[in-house]
């Protein structure tokens, strides 16, 4: 009994994170005027294929965002600073 209600709880965790980030990335995905027809299809299938690989999907792009931001640090750091400044002058 104990052994059908985690996996119950896993599926029921799995679907629930899986139809967030579809949501999320679909928001992008229709954001992007400039898709001809070829394009959103291919995007609506790797969209697909994403939401269903969330849990080897989501690590790999944290990682390339780790990347980006060691690279870009400098700037992304200014960048702060400068949103800052500005959010205290108001």
Same mark, same amino acid.
């Given at each position: ?5 985690? =996996?119950?709880? /896993? %599926?029921?965790? !799995?679907? /629930?994170? &899986? !139809?967030?980030?579809? *949501?999320?990335?679909?928001v992008f995905f229709l954001a992007d005027k400039d898709m ?8 609506? /299938?790797?969209? /697909?294929? &994403?939401?269903?690989?969330?849990? %080897?999907?989501?690590?790999? &792009?944290?990682?390339?965002l780790l990347k980006f931001h060691k690279r870009h640090k400098? =700037? =992304?750091?200014?960048?702060? *600073? ?7 002058? *108001?």
């Open positions: 009994m104990a052994q059908i209600l985690m =996996i119950s709880l /896993v %599926i029921v965790v !799995y679907l /629930v994170i &899986a !139809y967030c980030l579809f *949501n999320e990335w679909l001809d027809s070829e394009m959103r299809l291919f995007s609506t /299938v790797i969209l /697909v294929t &994403a939401t269903i690989l969330w849990p %080897i999907v989501v690590p790999f &792009a944290y990682l390339e400098e =700037i =992304i750091d200014l960048l702060i *600073n400068v949103t800052k400044g500005s959010s205290h002058d *108001n």
